[in-house]
């Protein structure tokens, strides 16, 4: 049983670990495009089949040294695929799903101004599938042939740019 001289002890080290942690963490929001495809099969010739979409979410990351970070994010993604039907290219396969996404990167920085930076990151991901639904010609179909569980490998670049009183990422990644 711990007594009250224990109890401020152990809340001076907690905020002491708090303020200094805090200077190393920061949260951000995101939100952009994707471009996907689907297959169970690994068919990279497929290119007819790509279908575009929205993600949005949040991140958290913990800044190593001032040339290193670790980012974790928590990302809601529309994928999917769309390919017109050959005989009236006004009929179509549309398939859509929607993943919550959980992508762990290491990120890069290298300055390339005084207040810029040129950054790369590579990890891993791991998205669930939330829901999907296909329609050929407008008309729902039920289909269970998709895995529910996505993972692989990330990559991408961009530039942090600071503006205001806080720093601006603009960027690309590409998920395998």
Same mark, same amino acid.
């Given at each position: @049983? ?13 905020? *002491? ?11 951000? $929001? !995101? ?8 297959? /169970? *099969?690994? +068919?990279? %010739?497929?290119?007819?089949?790509? /279908? ?7 991140? #958290? ?19 999917? /695929?769309? !390919? ?6 006004? +009929? ?9 996404? @959980? &992508?762990?990167?290491?990120? $890069?920085?290298?300055?390339?101004? =005084? ?8 990890? $891993?991901?791991?998205?669930?599938? #939330? %829901?999907?639904? *296909? ?5 729902? @179909? %039920? ?6 569980? +996505? ?9 942090? !740019? &600071? ?5 601006? @990422? ?5 998920? =395998?």
């Amino acid at each position: @049983m711990l007594n009250t001289k224990n109890h401020i002890i152990l809340f001076y080290i907690c905020c *002491t670990f708090v303020s200094t942690a805090h200077a190393q963490f920061s949260i951000g $929001i !995101k939100a952009g495009t994707c471009g996907s495809s689907l297959s /169970r *099969t690994f +068919d990279f %010739n497929n290119n007819q089949w790509y /279908r575009s979409g929205f993600l949005f979410g949040g991140s #958290i990351s913990y800044e190593l040294s001032t040339e290193f970070s670790l980012k974790l994010q928590l990302d809601y993604e529309q994928k999917g /695929r769309k !390919k017109a039907i050959l005989l009236n290219h006004s +009929d179509s396969i549309n398939t859509n799903c929607n993943y919550i996404c @959980m &992508p762990l990167s290491l990120i $890069i920085f290298k300055q390339i101004e =005084v207040n810029s930076s040129l950054y790369y990151e590579t990890g $891993i991901y791991y998205g669930h599938m #939330i %829901n999907y639904d *296909t329609r050929v010609k407008g008309v729902y @179909m %039920n289909s269970s042939k998709y895995y529910k569980n +996505d993972f692989g490998l990330t990559f991408g670049v961009g530039i942090l !740019k &600071p503006y205001h009183s806080c720093n601006l @990422m603009i960027g690309v990644n590409y998920e =395998v």
